[in-house]
DNA sequence: TATACGTGGTT
DNA sequence: TAACCAAGTAT
């Protein structure tokens, strides 16, 4: 018998609702942001999880997780740490402007709130970096509002359970009302959890494990042996392929050429080596001789970067020169680093591998 | 509504 | 391997 969340009793629904938070106290996960059992919830900590876990696996976050909360165990400390410092700390965490937003909402709150979290998705969702996903989520699981996220896992758990045609994004919106009609006023919070771990790992993007799904006998997808088609999705864009020159300029003592990137856009706020625009047109070696930060002599390294954004692909060719004392003319807003003191730099991970291949092909010759 | 915004794991 | 995918938000 398929659920039709629209027309069903508030008994039916109910007891659909039921059957899957049974399931979740049968399958529950120990994550370290969730409470255990007896502890009470921490809205600093699920709210810091759910910035980290926008769209980005439990895997990657977990370390990250705790290597915050070890450093900055209240938002009252997060809030008075340095921007650079949470940068730092977020590294190769990627999406660089929610660890903007992450620093800006705990001083929100620490001024504004008086270092507690708001209960209300309303005032929650006026938060930096908190949409409405994230605002559903923190009111369902840290303050026990009947309030439903809609993420992905849920997305697709709806789409397929009321065999949802529309495709996304507008898929996502349809997929709330029905969730909100399933969610219940006790427990919202494990409902919303437990329907994102029935996305997760059994209503999966592919081959879904429908066997162990407490809602096989409602769903809809299913019944119509179409699971793995939900949700429609529309065509993908091919990524663009970008070139780009980047300059590994050393000085004599070792200390390199940094960049701050500016505050918005792309790697927002993060440590850079200067570079290039990076463009779809390949550059020459006589641009990029133009394009260096310093007149100096330059060699181009064997190899090349490869890295994927979300919307295109880069190659980077990396150039590396080597300059005595104290030009008198460079920089814009570069300036020298210690070689020691990279590390302690907020670089991303295609900077990163810049820096691994510039120093793995130091004192080659360059072709 | 459409696009910009990272990275790592899976298939 | 290239494509796909992940607990979305801001503009």
Same mark, same amino acid.
């Given at each position: 018998?398929?659920?039709?969340?629209?027309?069903?009793?508030?008994?039916?629904?109910?007891?659909?609702?039921?059957?899957?938070?049974?399931?979740?106290?049968?399958?529950?996960?120990?994550?370290?942001?969730?409470?255990?059992?007896?502890?009470?919830?921490?809205?600093?900590?699920?709210?810091?999880?759910?910035?980290?876990?926008?769209?980005?696996?439990?895997?990657?976050?977990?370390?990250?997780?705790?290597?915050?909360?070890?450093?900055?165990?209240?938002?009252?400390?997060?809030?008075?740490?340095?921007?650079?410092?949470?940068?730092?700390?977020?590294?190769?965490?990627?999406?660089?402007?929610?660890?903007?937003?992450?620093?800006?909402?705990?001083?929100?709150?620490?001024?504004?709130?008086?270092?507690?979290?708001?209960?209300?998705?309303?005032?929650?969702?006026?938060?930096?970096?908190?949409?409405?996903?994230?605002?559903?989520?923190?009111?369902?699981?840290?303050?026990?509002?009947?309030?439903?996220?809609?993420?992905?896992?849920?997305?697709?758990?709806?789409?397929?359970?009321?065999?949802?045609?529309?495709?996304?994004?507008?898929?996502?919106?349809?997929?709330?009302?029905?969730?909100?009609?399933?969610?219940?006023?006790?427990? =919202?919070?494990?409902? $919303?959890?437990?329907?994102?771990? #029935? @996305?997760?790992?059994?209503?999966? +993007? !592919? *081959? /879904? %494990?429908?066997?162990?799904? =407490?809602?096989?006998? $409602?769903?809809?997808?299913?019944? #119509? @042996?179409?699971?793995?088609?939900? +949700? !429609? *999705? /529309? %065509?993908?864009?091919?990524? =663009?392929?970008?070139?780009?020159?980047?300059?590994?300029?050393?000085?004599?003592?070792?200390?390199?050429?940094?960049?701050?990137?500016?505050?918005?856009?792309?790697?927002?706020?993060?440590?850079?080596?200067?570079?290039?625009?990076?463009?779809?047109?390949?550059?020459?070696?006589?641009?990029?001789?133009?394009?260096?930060?310093?007149?100096?002599?330059?060699?181009?390294?064997?190899?090349?970067?490869?890295?994927?954004?979300?919307?295109?692909?880069?190659?980077?060719?990396?150039?590396?020169?080597?300059?005595?004392?104290?030009?008198?003319?460079?920089?814009?807003?570069?300036?020298?680093?210690?070689?020691?003191?990279?590390?302690?730099?907020?670089?991303?991970?295609?900077?990163?591998?810049?820096?691994?291949?510039?120093?793995?092909?130091?004192?080659?010759?360059?072709?």
């Amino acid at each position: 018998m398929t659920a039709s969340l629209l027309t069903d009793s508030l008994r039916k629904r109910a007891a659909l609702a039921g059957r899957l938070l049974a399931w979740y106290d049968r399958n529950r996960r120990d994550l370290p942001w969730r409470a255990g059992p007896g502890e009470s919830v921490d809205p600093y900590r699920v709210w810091l999880s759910e910035i980290m876990l926008q769209q980005t696996t439990v895997a990657t976050v977990t370390s990250y997780f705790a290597d915050f909360t070890n450093r900055w165990p209240t938002v009252e400390a997060l809030a008075s740490a340095e921007l650079d410092a949470v940068l730092h700390a977020w590294q190769g965490l990627g999406y660089y402007a929610r660890a903007r937003n992450l620093h800006a909402c705990a001083k929100r709150v620490t001024t504004q709130f008086g270092g507690r979290f708001p209960a209300s998705e309303a005032e929650l969702a006026t938060l930096p970096g908190v949409g409405p996903y994230t605002a559903a989520a923190i009111a369902a699981i840290a303050f026990g509002q009947a309030a439903t996220p809609v993420d992905g896992n849920i997305a697709r758990v709806m789409a397929r359970l009321c065999a949802i045609e529309i495709p996304l994004p507008a898929a996502r919106s349809e997929a709330g009302r029905l969730a909100a009609r399933l969610t219940p006023k006790e427990r =919202p919070g494990d409902f $919303a959890q437990a329907m994102m771990d #029935l @996305g997760a790992t059994v209503c999966t +993007p !592919r *081959r /879904p %494990a429908c066997a162990l799904c =407490p809602w096989i006998d $409602a769903c809809n997808a299913r019944s #119509l @042996g179409r699971a793995e088609e939900f +949700p !429609r *999705r /529309p %065509a993908k864009r091919a990524r =663009p392929l970008r070139h780009g020159v980047i300059f590994w300029t050393e000085r004599t003592d070792g200390s390199v050429l940094v960049q701050r990137r500016p505050e918005s856009g792309l790697l927002g706020g993060m440590a850079e080596f200067p570079s290039t625009d990076w463009r779809e047109e390949p550059w020459t070696d006589a641009e990029a001789r133009r394009a260096a930060p310093v007149a100096i002599r330059w060699r181009r390294l064997p190899g090349t970067i490869e890295h994927g954004f979300t919307h295109f692909r880069l190659e980077l060719t990396v150039w590396s020169g080597r300059i005595d004392s104290h030009p008198a003319a460079i920089l814009g807003n570069a300036r020298w680093c210690e070689a020691g003191a990279l590390s302690g730099l907020a670089l991303p991970t295609l900077m990163r591998k810049v820096a691994r291949h510039a120093m793995e092909h130091s004192g080659e010759t360059g072709t």
